[in-house]
């Protein structure tokens, strides 16, 4: 007995394009792939050249809008302070995005397992999630004694929402065929959800994780804003806010373009963690030919 | 008119007595249903769509109780004493497929290292031990299927249940598979109860085919395809073979008509 289809398996190389079509296909694939970072380099340098001319031919003084030449100095000069207040910022995001993580997806396994905890809890899970932050962070630091348990509590609360919410779609996005198999062999509660929920919710998982990080750092920099420096020194967003104050705007730009960088960073690293964990089986994952 | 099936020694497997099955809104599904099934018996269960053959099925998996009537397993059930294969072939996609066909026994929380051998026999059996290490997304159709079968049998069910398994494959493939399930079937010597809307397919396989009628869904008939195995590509163009589907054709009819 012999397979349906004659594939080879691990499948070889592609054949070399022998023909006029694909051959268009492939060269037009090649151009937009240089395209992907020779486009947004060259628009990102046309905005920089812009920004200096705009500044220099109409005299702009440097207090109100400092040419990119002020920013880029003030980004090296001032990299001590602006490095050590980027880490506090990250060490505080990325604080936040692991109890986001471990709270939203908690959260999510013990609503799944329990219809009754999760009739009692979600709505106040949403009521939480649609609260602005920026409203409730004066709040907890009237409470919360240290400032980097407020500021956690902050980005959590922004953070661990899209990742319960996401979770809980995935653990409910089980193939119903799959769920009757696990039945019919008799499996446990905990089998399920190990082998067969926890699996198939992943890929949701791995979105609601990319969505979270990019909030735990909003999350970071609203409750920077809010509880001040004192205490536990400051982040970027503090560094930015005290730099405004003293008309550093110079400063005020070069901390925000390391806000943005860590923003780009975190998306980054959590993109390319995403695809190694679904490169293998999901769909997502899967480049197709045509 | 029901079609006396021969008398033989085989022990039974089970036997479902006068089942009802109701679903909410008083939808009819199943009435008073008898069915006896006997070690190695190929069963199909034909008829058209509503005739209640698929809800059958779900009822002797154990996924849902019946309304009226029992199901008598002639021995206590244990987990891997059924193997079911759906229309889809439903694998875990995150799984290749050694982990795919290694579940059932995962879940009896047997270890891999022990189960090995039951898993590669199962697929030496459908032909894909060179491809034990795939993903299912890097496998056609008809080898999905394949694998799914392969994951029905790893345990040595007593009962394999089939929900129209074939009914998405193009033709050479199902011809194919029809062929192998056969031979498979003949090999391990297991219990199988088939569900198919296909006359032609139901009366290459089966050595009895229970035709059903909807609304409600009830059997009309008992066909017996009494033509021996092994039956090969011979057996489909042969004389009998055409017979027998005509036989079952107007038993279809009669059921359709019934409805």
Not at chain 1, 157 to 172: C, E, H, K, Q, Y
Request: proline letters at 5%.
């Amino acid at each position: 007995m012999t397979a349906d289809a004659q594939v080879p398996y691990p499948p070889t190389a592609a054949a070399p394009v022998v023909d006029a079509e694909e051959a268009r296909r492939a060269r037009k694939r090649r151009i937009e792939q240089a395209a992907r970072w020779v486009l947004p380099v060259v628009v990102m340098a046309l905005t920089i050249w812009l920004w200096d001319r705009l500044v220099a031919w109409n005299d702009i003084p440097h207090y109100i809008l400092p040419g990119p030449g002020r920013v880029w100095g003030s980004l090296t000069g001032d990299w001590a302070i602006l490095w050590d207040a980027a880490l506090l910022t990250g060490r505080i995001t990325l604080m936040a995005l692991v109890v986001a993580v471990l709270g939203g997806a908690g959260l999510a396994i013990l609503f799944n397992q329990s219809r009754m905890v999760e009739l009692s809890f979600y709505p106040y899970a949403v009521i939480l999630q649609v609260t602005p932050v920026v409203a409730i962070a004066p709040l907890i630091f009237i409470y919360v004694e240290s400032k980097t348990v407020g500021m956690l509590l902050c980005a959590w609360i922004v953070a661990f929402f899209p990742v319960l919410s996401s979770t809980t779609l995935g653990l409910n996005s089980v193939d119903h065929n799959l769920r009757d198999l696990f039945r019919i062999y008799h499996a446990s509660r905990w089998q399920k959800l190990w082998m067969l929920q926890l699996p198939s919710a992943l890929p949701y998982f791995l979105g609601g994780l990319k969505i979270a990080g990019g909030l735990s750092l909003i999350g970071a920099v609203v409750a920077e804003l809010v509880a001040g420096t004192g205490g536990v020194g400051a982040g970027l967003a503090a560094r930015i806010q005290e730099a405004g104050y003293r008309l550093n705007i110079a400063r005020m730009f070069a901390a925000l373009a390391l806000v943005a960088a860590m923003g780009v960073f975190i998306f980054a690293a959590l993109s390319l963690l995403s695809h190694l964990m679904l490169r293998k089986w999901h769909e997502s994952a899967i480049k197709r030919e045509g | 008119m029901v079609a006396v099936v021969p008398f033989d020694q085989r022990a039974e497997v089970l036997r479902m007595n006068a089942v009802d099955k109701i679903f909410p809104g008083d939808v009819q599904a199943l009435r008073g249903m008898d069915l006896q099934v006997r070690e190695g018996d190929f069963i199909s269960l034909l008829g058209p769509s509503g005739c209640g053959k698929s809800t059958a099925l779900r009822l002797i998996a154990g996924l849902s109780d019946p309304t009226a009537g029992r199901i008598e397993w002639a021995a206590e059930r244990q987990a891997g004493d059924i193997g079911v294969v759906f229309q889809e072939p439903t694998l875990m996609p995150w799984a290749t497929v050694m982990q795919n066909a290694y579940l059932p026994f995962r879940l009896e929380g047997r270890s891999f290292n022990s189960a090995k051998d039951d898993i590669l026999q199962a697929l030496r059996l459908v032909g894909l031990e060179k491809f034990k290490n795939a993903y299912p997304r890097e496998l056609s159709g008809g080898m999905k299927m394949r694998v799914s079968i392969a994951r029905a049998m790893v345990t040595n069910p007593k009962l394999i249940l089939m929900d129209e398994p074939f009914a998405a494959l193009d033709e050479i493939t199902r011809f194919k598979l029809n062929n192998d399930l056969l031979e498979m079937q003949a090999r391990i010597g297991c219990t199988v109860i088939f569900v198919t809307h296909s006359v032609f397919e139901s009366v290459f396989l089966s050595d009895r085919i229970v035709v059903m009628a909807a609304r409600p869904g009830r059997v009309i008939e008992e066909v017996c395809v009494d033509a021996p195995y092994p039956r090969t590509e011979e057996f489909r163009t042969s004389a009998e073979y055409a017979a027998h589907c005509r036989a079952a054709s107007r038993a279809l009819e009669a059921a359709m008509e019934a409805a």
